[in-house]
């Protein structure tokens, strides 16, 4: 729940909001354990995904390690070697869940 009272699914996007929605059914499967192999493929996809929007959106701050920090610069060094090799995320993940 946000801090204006709201449901986060409620003024985010459909994508989001169809997140919600898995997430309740995931946790409605079983409440001694969540079953989130249930889900189809697409579902847990979208779940992850809507997980780790909530992540980019939070205000706490995490620091890197050394070695997070040393991957992250050979990847934008790769990235600035061969630009055309990255693909959109939209791509990605239309290619993702179409098989």
């Known amino acids: 729940m946000r801090s204006d009272g709201k449901e986060r699914s ?3 996007d459909g994508n989001r ?6 997430a309740r059914e995931a946790l409605s499967m079983s409440k001694a354990r969540l079953d ?3 889900l189809t493929v697409a579902e847990r996809i ?4 809507d997980l780790w929007d909530s992540v980019a959106e939070s205000e706490e ?3 890197l390690t ?3 920090r040393a991957e992250l ?3 934008l060094a790769a990235h600035g070697n ?5 693909i959109p995320w939209e791509v990605f993940r239309k290619e993702l869940l179409e098989g």
Do not use: I, K, N, Y
């Open 36 to 38: 989130f192999r249930r």
């Open 10 to 12: 409620e003024v985010s």
């Open 17 to 22: 909001t169809c997140g919600a929605r898995l």
């Open 46 to 49: 979208q779940l992850a995904q």
């Open 61 to 63: 701050v995490f620091e």
């Open 73 to 75: 610069d050979r990847r």
């Open 82 to 86: 061969d630009p055309s090799a990255a």
């Open 66 to 68: 050394d070695a997070q």
